[in-house]
């Protein structure tokens, strides 16, 4: 047709907008590939002056940036933070009976910390997160993936049974 020829256009360079496109295109896929880390900029004074360090809005600075209470559990040596939903998700495994059937209808995270054998001292329940020390951290990973490995092996032997059974019902229709 006449109009095709019309429509198609020539190879040529490529417009502004496309190049925006690719150009965000790119900036996209390069950001989905990392992890950001931010820095956290701290003014020492509002006169802009240097050497010169204003107390009292550098300690408000951080207490609205949440670093004092970061620094304080730091100190304490408890590295690892969890939020309640996401350690409840990571370790339920650990306490057999405990699966939650849907979001809804999760137990309450200290139902699942005391069950869950913790180290006494090396855990701290806050408000919203669940925070370990870094040796029981540790031990709770290696716990959970021979758990982890336990329920593979289990859900195998249950497809094993399962194709077996099948295959021999086949075998006896035949």
Not at 41 to 54: I, L, Q, T
Not at 109 to 133: A, P, R, S
Request: glycine share 6%; with cysteine; proline share 5%.
């Amino acid at each position: 047709p006449a109009n095709a020829t019309a429509t198609m256009r020539k190879a040529g360079p490529l417009t502004v907008g496309q190049q925006f496109k690719t150009q965000l295109t790119q900036l996209m896929t390069t950001l989905g590939g990392t992890q950001p880390h931010y820095v956290r900029c701290v003014k020492p004074n509002m006169e802009k002056k240097a050497a010169v360090c204003d107390d009292d809005l550098v300690r408000a600075q951080l207490r609205y940036a949440g670093m004092l209470e970061t620094i304080r559990i730091r100190k304490l040596g408890y590295p690892q933070r969890y939020p309640f939903a996401d350690f409840y998700a990571r370790y339920r495994i650990l306490v057999p009976g405990l699966m939650a059937r849907s979001s809804k209808d999760v137990p309450d995270i200290d139902t699942l910390l005391n069950k869950m054998g913790l180290m006494e001292g090396m855990w701290l329940k806050g408000l919203t997160k669940v925070f370990l020390k870094d040796k029981e951290a540790t031990r709770l990973g290696e716990v959970r993936e021979i758990q982890l490995s336990k329920q593979a092996t289990k859900m195998q032997a249950v497809w094993r049974m399962y194709y077996v059974k099948s295959y021999y019902r086949k075998l006896a229709k035949a």
